[in-house]
């Protein structure tokens, strides 16, 4: 079974920028469409961003204009890097695979 990994969450101030990083064994992040997603305290986990196997990407709504995910074959990471954080960014950030299983997350807090 794949395994993901994300790690480069913090604590943030409000404006401020953090960048995400997800591993996994072998290839897979170049072979399959990639997906992040957040999950809040009491609440459910709500998708964030995606990029295809051909570097196509998607995003929600709410971080349109803000985030930005990317693949980085050279690293063998599919990073996401979050600009303009809100307090309402505050959650555990974890990604997969389409049909896969989440990691454990990075933990985003952004407060002054």
């Known amino acids: 079974q794949d395994q993901f990994v994300e790690s480069g969450g913090g604590l943030v101030q409000p404006g401020g920028s953090l960048r995400l990083s997800c591993t996994a064994s072998?290839?897979?992040?170049?072979?399959?469409?990639i997906l992040w997603a957040r999950q809040a305290n009491g609440k459910h986990r709500e998708f964030v961003a995606l990029?295809?196997?051909?570097?196509?990407?998607n995003y929600a709504d709410f971080v349109k204009g803000r985030f930005t995910i990317s693949r980085d074959n050279t690293k063998n990471t599919v990073d996401l890097e979050m600009n303009n954080l809100k307090p309402e960014d505050t959650a555990n950030y974890s990604c997969?695979?389409?049909?896969?299983?989440w990691g454990q997350g990075t933990q985003v807090t952004v407060s002054s």
């Open positions: 997969t695979k389409s049909g896969g299983t």
């Open positions: 990029i295809t196997q051909t570097g196509g990407t």
């Open positions: 072998g290839n897979i992040l170049q072979t399959s469409t």
